[in-house]
């Protein structure tokens, strides 16, 4: 019998950041440029939609994505859901002038708050978890970028016919994004983030587990849902996992967690995630051990790739640097016959502290083959890396040494 959990859960690394002037909505729905002047309500496909207009999800952080229209796509759609107490508004505010912006929660077509510009709201009670539905007409630009926030409404009283009230600059009380929320079979929904060899059974030096970890980095707590595709056809329970703002969850034994009714669970299989994607790389890892870590690491930290099929996206490789990982970078290309013709790769790095370091890597003399602290001269433990180039010649490995057993293992590669 399938059934979904509730559960909240937290390993708290960082304070949640105070939620002022609103809050910026972390995770969107975002269809591909179309001429189609409606789209499904509420906007939560993963797969090609009613219109056949293409939906996924992307990570906005503090609310803000870049519209891109093509010269065959008149509007864009951008989607989310959330739970929350009391009136709010939709706040769309575009850099450049866009046709026209039209919002829908639930149906329900949100008006311009007093002759506002960018806050909208409901002149009418909703019902139901709000379902908003951005639709953005392409103005003169075909690059626009925009925010996206929620802020709670002290309304008119009685309601007037066009709304009114004063917008307050807090975000609406015990806010909550859900973005899977009311997707009628989870099962059956294609999964905004797949992560490969999830493992939990016995193993040379005793049991072994793997482990999940969600940071989540926006102003309000996030909510996801998770099962475990198992290589039998099988699934688990679905999970709904809440994450508070600015904190890390910590799951040390997954597939023991996602089959809370069964004794000692053993098996394998794709862990299918709803309702979420990493903002940047390290804000979700999956590792797989001995339990307890006394006997050494199995052997694979599974790589991260934020959002490949972003329009132009950089990056080479994302991964962690736990236990101070070797990179090997090269290019499949020989060496280039003169000096001015370089290859290059950036090494990217997110210090605990929130701090960005960029290293520019040049493999044109040969392969670049050091510890991650060599190569930057500092401290790495704790942080995140993005390799990012524009050259598709060049290849990057990470591997790591087992603190107990010394054996060498890859933990990430392109």
């Not at 994004?177 to 939990?200: E, K, M, N, W």
Request: aromatic share 6%; hydrophobic share 45%; charged share 15%.
């Amino acid at each position: 019998m399938k059934k979904e959990l509730t559960v909240a859960l937290a390993a708290t690394w960082m304070s949640g950041a105070a939620m002022a002037s609103g809050s910026g909505v972390p995770l969107l729905y975002r269809s591909a440029p179309t001429d189609e002047a409606t789209a499904p309500v509420p906007l939560v496909a993963r797969s090609p939609a009613a219109g056949g207009v293409p939906v996924r999800l992307v990570s906005a952080p503090s609310g803000r994505i870049t519209a891109s229209f093509d010269a065959a796509g008149r509007y864009l759609y951008l989607g989310f859901s959330f739970h929350a107490d009391g009136p709010f508004s939709v706040v769309v505010a575009p850099e450049t002038p866009l046709a026209s912006v039209q919002v829908l929660v639930n149906g329900v077509v949100f008006l311009p708050l007093g002759g506002s510009a960018t806050a909208y709201a409901a002149s009418s009670t909703l019902v139901g978890t709000p379902h908003v539905q951005i639709r953005l007409e392409r103005g003169s630009a075909g690059q626009v970028p925009l925010a996206v926030s929620l802020r709670a409404l002290t309304p008119c009283q009685p309601l007037a016919p066009a709304p009114c009230g004063e917008l307050l600059d807090t975000p609406p009380a015990s806010l909550v994004y859900d973005l899977s929320d009311g997707v009628a079979d989870p099962f059956d929904t294609q999964a905004d983030l797949l992560v490969p060899a999830i493992v939990r059974g016995a193993g040379l030096h005793g049991p072994i587990r793997s482990a999940l970890s969600v940071h989540n980095p926006a102003d309000a707590p996030v909510r996801l849902r998770l099962f475990l595709s198992d290589l039998g056809g099988g699934f688990s329970n679905v999970v709904a996992l809440t994450v508070p703002a600015g904190e890390r969850s910590a799951i040390p034994d997954l597939v023991g967690w996602l089959y809370p009714g069964t004794p000692d669970p053993v098996g394998q299989g794709v862990l299918e995630i709803q309702g979420f994607v990493p903002p940047s790389p390290g804000d979700l890892t999956v590792e797989t051990a001995y339990e307890g870590g006394g006997d050494g690491r199995l052997g694979t930290t599974l790589p991260l790739f934020v959002d490949p099929l972003s329009e132009g996206s950089p990056a080479l490789l994302t991964a962690s640097t736990k236990d101070d990982p070797r990179l090997t970078l090269f290019s499949a290309l020989p060496l280039p016959a003169t000096a001015s013709l370089s290859r290059r790769a950036l090494l990217r790095i997110t210090l605990p502290d929130g701090t960005v370091s960029l290293n520019p890597i040049d493999v044109s003399g040969g392969p670049v083959s050091a510890r991650l602290s060599e190569l930057v001269g500092l401290p790495v433990e704790g942080s995140a890396i993005s390799f990012e180039t524009d050259d598709p010649s060049l290849h990057a490995i990470l591997v790591r040494s087992d603190p107990v057993t010394g054996s060498p293992f890859v933990v990430a590669s392109k």
